[in-house]
Each structure stands twice: as C-alpha cells, then as structure tokens.
C-alpha cells in the first residue's frame, strides 16, 4: 500500500496557493480515514493510522505556526475557536499515538477524532478560508512562509525517531 508518496515532500507546498494547500491536507485526510475504516488487514490499519496521525499533526503544526498568526493579525476574533479544536484533536492523537495499533479502544477514538476532524475542516472551509481569499492579504507571501515552515517541519521530524507505526 503505497499511502507515503502522497504526503507533500521537502520544498513542494504551492507557495500561490496556500489555501488550496490546506484543503489538499483535509481532503487527503478524509480518504486516510475511510481507508482506516475499511481496512481489514490488521498491518495496513497500523500503517494507515500511524500515517494518518502524522498528517494531522503536520497540518496542525502548520496552521498553528504559519496561518493562524496572520489570520489573527487580520482579525483577532477568528482563531480562538479554531485552536480550541486543535488542543482537543491533539489531546487524542496523543491518546492514540500512545497506544498499541491493535488496542480495542483504538478503534473507537478513530471516530471520534474522526468526527471532531471532519467537524473542524469542515467550518474552517465553509467559515474561514472564505473570509481570509476575500481580505486583502498577500497570498504569495503567506504561501511563502507557510512553505518555508513546511520545510522546517518536515527536516526536523525526518530527524527524529518517529512514533511506533508513523512512517514519516
Ligand atoms: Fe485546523
Ligand atoms: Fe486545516
């Protein structure tokens, strides 16, 4: 199962389109998910989940050290909400990430990550992103930064030992 080349590498984020970047993540989110539900083979939910909590991680990195900090510059009120989310995503994937792959409980935390996420990239797409491609905000130069970070991130988790079952 080849679910590794899909992720971003090293320098590839779409500096002209931050926000089409974003909504690649959630998208590619989504699927990991549904894979992660359907499959059956004990090795490839290990892989799928281990892939899938990285992902999140990686975005909420991302969007936390790179977005967010110019969304509230435009206007403060936006990310208070949406970073509340993050810390209760991040309370699970920890849950997760902590726990054996084949864990009856793991199963049962997936959904409901799965609901808080799909909840959450849900609003940020309908709610948010339109508002910050309507504001007078240099794209280039957010997309600029958010790459810059994005190759910061990446360099420094491919140098750490990854958690039990996160091929990254
Ligand atoms: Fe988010
Ligand atoms: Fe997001």
Redesign the pocket.
Same mark, same amino acid.
């Given at each position: 199962m080849d679910i590794d080349s899909r992720m971003r590498q090293r320098g590839e984020f779409p500096t002209e389109q931050p926000i089409e970047a974003?909504k690649t993540? +959630?998208a590619y989110a989504r699927e990991l998910f549904d894979s992660y539900f359907q499959a059956k083979d004990a090795g490839d939910r290990k892989d799928l989940g281990g892939h899938l909590l990285a992902l999140l991680e990686m +975005?909420?990195e991302l969007?936390e050290n790179a977005f967010y900090p110019r969304v509230r510059e435009l206007d403060p009120s936006l990310v208070g909400h949406f970073e509340e989310e993050h810390g209760e995503a991040r309370r699970l994937i920890d849950t997760l990430k902590a726990m054996d792959a084949d864990d009856p409980q793991a199963e049962p935390l997936f959904r409901r990550l799965a609901g808080a996420i799909t909840t +959450?990239?849900d609003a940020?797409e309908q709610q948010l992103f339109p508002k910050i491609e309507q504001a007078n905000l240099d794209m280039d130069a957010l997309g600029r930064e958010m790459q810059a970070y994005e190759i910061r991130l990446i360099a420094a988790r491919t140098q750490r030992p990854a958690a039990p079952g996160v091929r990254l």
């Open positions: 974003l993540d +959630h +975005h909420a969007e +959450h990239v940020e």
